[in-house]
């Protein structure tokens, strides 16, 4: 049977972290997904990677380790294949060409929600999937409201606000912690706290 419904989450996953986790129960509960796709990135386009980032191999080793075993999830290695910046959008038209009859559905954290008009042919990206974003945080859940009404007036977007406890947690503070020598054993799973110990990333 072809997957029907297709949730996507890519990012650099620099490192995983128990926020990620948390989004992809949520959509298994709430949706029952045919096909969870996380797909880390090759080159973000809208930020550089930083210099003690941790390597392609390491990224995904991680996100093996630290994803909840979900059904139906698979870690796709299509942007890192494809090389240069990974644009959503090129992303998107090689999904459709192997899944042509199946609903897209893009997870967003909030603050890229919110910047969705300077993404590489987002006009495109918005008739090709269903966004759906969660609030970090209980202070932008109404500017997050606003500027889902303004995307689907003004181009017709679809947008889900995924309803969930916001867990304020970044892959960028992950790493400041870890250089600063301090403790992530509650930001991200045993196994990636362990893995980014035994091989010194983020030093």
């Known amino acids: 049977m072809h997957p029907e419904k297709i949730f996507l989450m890519g990012g650099t996953f620099n490192p995983p972290h128990l926020g990620h986790a948390k989004v992809l129960h949520a959509i298994e509960k709430e949706y029952k997904p045919d096909l969870i796709l996380l797909i880390p990135t090759a080159a973000p386009p809208h930020k550089e990677l930083p210099r003690a980032s941790a390597s392609t191999e390491d ?37 459709l060409r192997i899944y042509p009859e199946a609903a ?29 974003t969660v609030s970090r945080n209980e202070e932008d859940g109404e500017k997050i409201a606003d500027y889902k009404q303004h995307l689907e007036e003004k181009y017709g977007a679809k947008i889900i606000i995924l309803k969930m406890e916001p867990f304020v947690v970044s892959s960028s503070l992950i790493r400041d912690v870890v250089k600063n020598g301090g403790d992530i054993s509650a930001l991200v799973d045993e196994e990636v706290r362990e893995y980014i110990e035994k091989k010194g990333l983020y030093r």
Request: hydrophobic fraction near 45%.
């Open 59 to 95: 990224r995904f080793a991680m996100l093996g380790l630290g994803m909840p075993a979900l059904r139906n999830m698979q870690i796709s290695d299509m942007e890192v294949r494809r090389g240069g910046k990974s644009y959503t959008n090129d992303t998107l038209d090689e999904l």
């Open 104 to 132: 897209f559905y893009l997870v967003v954290g909030s603050d890229m929600f919110l910047s969705m008009e300077t993404w590489h042919a987002f006009r495109q990206l918005l008739g090709k999937c269903t966004l759906v």
